[in-house]
């Protein structure tokens, strides 16, 4: 006990120091701190009067300096040239210390930035003549960059003309600061120092230093720049889009064959700076290349082409303008065409998109939209969109009624029934309905069986090419046009009458004429599948396409850009380049996703009009696309694809990008012809609630019955169930899988895994599962597996329950208690002997006074249980 | 016949040691000031019959010099203000105070004698 307390008292006494060793100590910081703040104060002084020294002795030179610049040798007297002869001895022993020398020198160079004229071709000459540039020269000798491009600017400054072979060889050293120092005093220095430098540079040459080398170019008196024609055709990309920078700043324009070639380079800077410069010259030779070279230009490009075309084009090329508007899906590309095209063409049509027209906003509703109509309206919609007419078109409507109106047969054009001032745009009419104040039950159904039908559907206003149609506004003769068959064919015949595209389109750009749907009476449509709906659903859909091409594409960065339109062979394929004429292609395009004729196809039809008519190449590059810009707005288009598609490669693609973009996790029944989510599947199991509360055996059970009888809501329900941490269970899962891949047909190599918080991908193929979670290749007899679990051994199936009882929580309808930690005790079994062994060994150690405990800390912390251990004896 | 005074306003050393050299080489009277608080010692000891002096000094800048000059002190003596090359707003600002003529960086010594005999002539 006595060794104990010391022990402890031991622990908290101060440690003693020595007296002397805190006077040592305070002796060497003080030496120290002298030492430190000596050391501060002498070279605080070094540079104090150095610099001081430096001021004065530039007083002193100074004065002499002026002497020499101002000296005149016709105005001197015999006195004056007396004294300049003085002066030049005293100034010449003066450099001949170095000190002075590197003032003297200093001196020089700095005047030189204050003094213009003859003064500074004296200054020039002074330099030279004391001598100082010699020492600018051994600098050029240095092993350190530093001093080598000091010596090199002291002498471009100095305009120390003899230093350009030295400083030339300089150009391609491969310290970067010499070399450009090198490539600026080059060109300062001497007036073929521009060509030589282009004539030999291997590096680069940074935005910064061809500013640089242009301004001293610019400033250099009597330059006859070289022709710049000559480095066109450099090994080195720099040097030509340097030489076609300086091209266009001297106006050089003889080098148009090699601007036009220089179009269809790699790089784009250098292609951009040769449309620069044609645009510049003038080259109208180059305006067929440019239009070649468009599609394969990134955007900075294209306008720049499209800018090119508007300055040097003419009428002719508007065909162009006009395809790029349509072909092209950036909104800055599109904007640029229409603007080039306005022009070259002042007085072509003007897009009336979102003009209002004021003749009738004072008695319509302004913007409550072209409702659904019907699909002859749409196809009205597409063409119109589609031939970019400016005519409005007109209608005529014709449509047999239900038994129960008073059908006049004889077809009206409606058209001629209304008076001049009521045409208005056909989204407007609804707003006229609106306010004919009719009763919304009968006169809505009514108006439905004539295609009148006033809808509650909100059209975007921004829908571009409104459809005019004329309307009576008076209640009673709208109900006399209602009452009246009204010709569709007539409309479908105006339609087909459109002017043709001026190019051949893709098949799908032309959107077929469903004349059969209009034959059809409205009513049984809408009963089918009510208008509202269907319109909502397509105009929904399609306008999020429309989102993907203008803002997501919009809002991708250039490199983003570059990369997408990589993507895009189609944009490529568009044109083929055949010596002098161009040839569109009538290749299927996927961007047809992306044009107007398509915006207002409907959704449904996605597959028949639109991907079922694609290549397996083209269907690729659309799920690409999705893939990389879309959102939860293509699940529906996916979907579908899924559902329709025959390729298996295609489906399961579409289906790994609709659960990359979905929230949800989906799986495709080849059975139901459906695209579930696999959250519904997995619920659809039978076996999951007995799963989810069976024990460990009757798991095993459980799953030798899936083996024999499960599907595929097995299989996902199992592929769920892989992470557990039970290894025996989790090799019994991997075998019924594998047991039910053999039975049912797998249309995906990938399952989708969903965990409570992360998603992980499983793949189910062997090497996957070899490589993967699993590693286990022989089956496990089932004898072997009751024998390891014995009822000992069942520790962690807490809260689970036999078969038997599972079955019963079932029949009775009750759920399973949640497993409680109310009667878990928190110590482990074991025997009363190790217990007393273990008290011995403590007691041994305790007797040969040391502590089980290694650190201090470790014994402060047993202090308290030995002083209860010493009271509890 | 007397010397012209001329006051040269430069807080750079060397160039103002160059300048007078030149000034006093070509017959004025050359009164040097490094910074605006010593031109405006020198003013108060004498009024020299020129002003010649740069825009960017410390204490008092050059269109404070002219602002003092003209308003405060009610002299009409020409100034020349030396500028760097492509300050048009001071210069502007300077001529709308004051100032007679004005001269750039780097200045041509040749060229100053030629202003400031031209001014001197129109006093």
């Known amino acids: 006990m006595n060794l104990l307390a010391i022990q402890s008292y031991a622990l908290l006494d101060i440690p003693k120091i020595h007296t002397d060793l805190l006077w040592d100590l305070t002796l060497l910081f003080s030496i120290l701190a002298v030492v430190y703040f000596g050391v501060i104060f002498f070279f605080r002084n070094k540079f104090t009067s150095k610099t001081k020294l430096i001021s004065e002795r530039k007083k002193q030179l100074s004065p ?7 000296y005149d040798t016709n105005d001197a007297t015999k006195e004056d040239h007396k004294n300049y002869i003085h002066l030049k001895i005293e100034i010449r022993d003066l450099i001949k210390d170095e000190f002075n020398h590197q003032i003297l020198s200093d001196i020089l160079i700095d005047l030189q930035k204050d003094v213009s004229g003859e003064t500074l071709e004296r200054l020039y000459r002074l330099f030279k003549d004391l001598g100082l540039h010699n020492k600018a020269y051994e600098k050029l000798e240095s092993y350190r960059w530093q001093i080598v491009s000091q010596g090199i600017m002291e002498l471009t400054q100095m305009r120390v003309t003899e230093s350009y072979e030295f400083i030339a060889k300089l150009i391609n050293d491969k310290r970067g600061t010499v070399r450009k120092q090198a490539e600026m005093a080059a060109v300062t220095l001497e007036e073929k120092g521009i060509g030589h430098f282009l004539d030999t540079t291997r590096y680069q040459i940074s935005q910064w230093q061809q500013l640089k080398l242009m301004d001293i170019l610019r400033n250099r008196q009597d330059f006859q720049p070289p022709r710049f024609k000559r480095w066109l055709t450099s090994n080195n990309k720099a040097v030509v889009l340097f030489a076609l920078r300086l091209l266009k700043f001297y106006d050089q324009n003889d080098a148009n064959a090699m601007l036009i070639q220089l179009v269809r380079h790699k790089n784009k800077q250098i292609k951009e700076e040769a449309i620069s410069c044609i645009q510049k010259f003038g080259v109208e030779e180059a305006l067929d290349t440019l239009k070649m070279g468009f599609w394969n230009s990134n955007v900075n490009c294209k306008i720049l082409i499209l800018d090119t075309v508007t300055e040097l084009g003419s009428e002719k090329d508007i ?5 790029v508007e349509r072909k092209s899906f950036n909104f800055v590309v599109k904007s640029k065409a229409l603007s080039c095209i306005h022009m070259l ?6 897009d009336m998109e979102g003009l209002e027209d004021s003749s009738v906003e004072s008695e319509l509703e302004p913007s409550e939209p072209l409702s659904t109509l019907d699909e002859l309206n749409l196809q009205k919609e597409e063409e119109h969109l589609e031939v970019i007419d400016p005519d409005p078109i007109e209608i005529e409507i014709q449509e047999e009624l239900p038994s129960g109106f008073n059908v006049i047969e004889e077809p009206i054009v409606v058209e001629d029934k209304l008076e001049p001032e009521t045409s208005i745009h056909m989204e407007d009419l609804e707003d006229s309905s609106e306010q004919l104040d009719l009763e919304p039950s009968e006169t809505l159904s009514i108006l439905d069986e004539v295609h009148l039908q006033i809808e509650e559907e909100h059209l975007d206003v921004e829908d571009p090419d409104p459809i005019e149609m004329d309307i009576q506004e008076d209640l009673s003769t709208l109900m006399n046009i209602i009452e009246e068959p009204i010709l569709v064919e007539d409309i479908l015949e105006d339609i ?20 059969n749907n209009t034959e059809q009476p409205m009513k049984e449509e809408k009963k089918d599948k009510p208008v509202k709906e269907s319109f909502s659903l397509s105009m929904e859909d399609l306008m999020n396409l429309e989102v993907i091409s203008d803002e997501i594409l919009y809002s991708m960065d250039l490199e983003s850009f570059d990369k997408f339109f990589k993507d895009v062979p189609d944009l490529d394929d568009f044109i ?8 569109l292609k009538a290749k299927p ?7 107007d004729s398509d915006r207002t196809a409907s959704n449904d039809n996605f ?24 959102d939860e707005r293509e699940i529906p288009i996916l979907k579908l694809i899924i559902v329709n598609e025959d390729n298996m490669g295609i489906r399961d693609k579409a289906l790994k990008i609709l659960n990359g973009i979905s929230d949800q996790n989906y799986w495709y029944s080849e059975e139901e012809g459906a695209v579930l989510e696999i959250e519904k599947i997995r619920a659809r199991c039978i076996f999951k609630p007995l799963f989810e509360t069976a024990d460990t055996e009757t798991k095993l059970v459980l799953l030798d019955q899936i083996g024999i009888i499960g599907d595929t809501k097995e299989l ?7 992470i557990t941490q039970d290894l025996v269970l989790k090799k019994k899962i991997v075998q019924t899988i594998t047991q039910l891949k053999e039975r049912i047909p797998i249309t995906t190599d990938e399952v989708i895994l969903e965990d409570d918080s992360n998603t992980i991908i499983y793949d189910l193929d062997e090497s996957n599962i070899s490589s993967g979670i699993l590693t286990f290749d022989d089956e496990i007899p089932i004898e072997n597996v009751e024998k390891m679990y014995t009822v000992e051994n069942f520790y962690n199936t807490k809260g689970n329950m036999p078969l038997d009882f599972c079955f019963l929580l079932e029949d009775l309808e009750i759920s399973p208690s949640q497993p409680s930690d109310l009667l878990e005790v928190e110590f482990e079994l074991g025997s009363i002997k190790d217990q007393a062994t273990l008290i011995n060994i403590e007691n041994e150690s305790k007797k040969k006074g040391g502590i089980t405990t290694n650190t201090f800390l470790d014994q402060i912390l047993s202090i308290p249980s030995i002083l209860k251990d010493i009271f509890n004896g | 016949m007397d010397k012209k005074k001329l006051l040269l306003a430069e807080d750079d050393e060397l160039l103002a040691s160059l300048l007078t050299f030149r000034l006093e080489k070509a017959g004025y009277t050359v009164i040097r000031a490094n910074d605006g608080k010593e031109v405006k010692e020198k003013l108060s000891e004498a009024i020299p019959d020129i002003i010649v002096s740069d825009i960017m000094m410390p204490y008092l800048s050059g269109l404070e010099l002219i602002d003092f000059v003209r308003n405060q002190l009610a002299l009409k003596i020409p100034i020349i203000i030396i500028s760097s090359a492509g300050n048009e707003e001071n210069v502007l600002s300077a001529f709308e105070l004051g100032a007679n003529d004005f001269i750039s960086k780097p200045v041509s010594p040749t060229e100053l004698l030629v202003r400031v005999a031209r001014e001197l002539r129109k006093v």
């Open chain 1, 589 to 595: 395009d996927f961007n047809g996703l992306r044009l």
């Open chain 1, 607 to 630: 597959y028949e009009d639109i991907f079922s008519k694609k290549d397996d190449c083209d269907k690729n590059i659309l799920l690409d696309t999705i893939f990389d810009v879309g």
């Open chain 1, 319 to 323: 065909d162009f303008l006009q395809r």
């Open chain 1, 576 to 583: 083929e380049i055949d010596k002098e004429e161009i040839i």
């Open chain 1, 64 to 70: 002499m300096i002026s002497e020499f610049l101002f």
């Open chain 1, 345 to 350: 063409q002042p007085e072509t049509a003007l």
């Open chain 1, 716 to 722: 996902i329900f199992l592929n769920t169930q892989l």
């Open chain 1, 496 to 515: 087909a009458e459109q002017p043709p595209e001026p190019y051949s389109e893709a098949p799908e750009f032309e959107e077929p004429i469903q004349s």
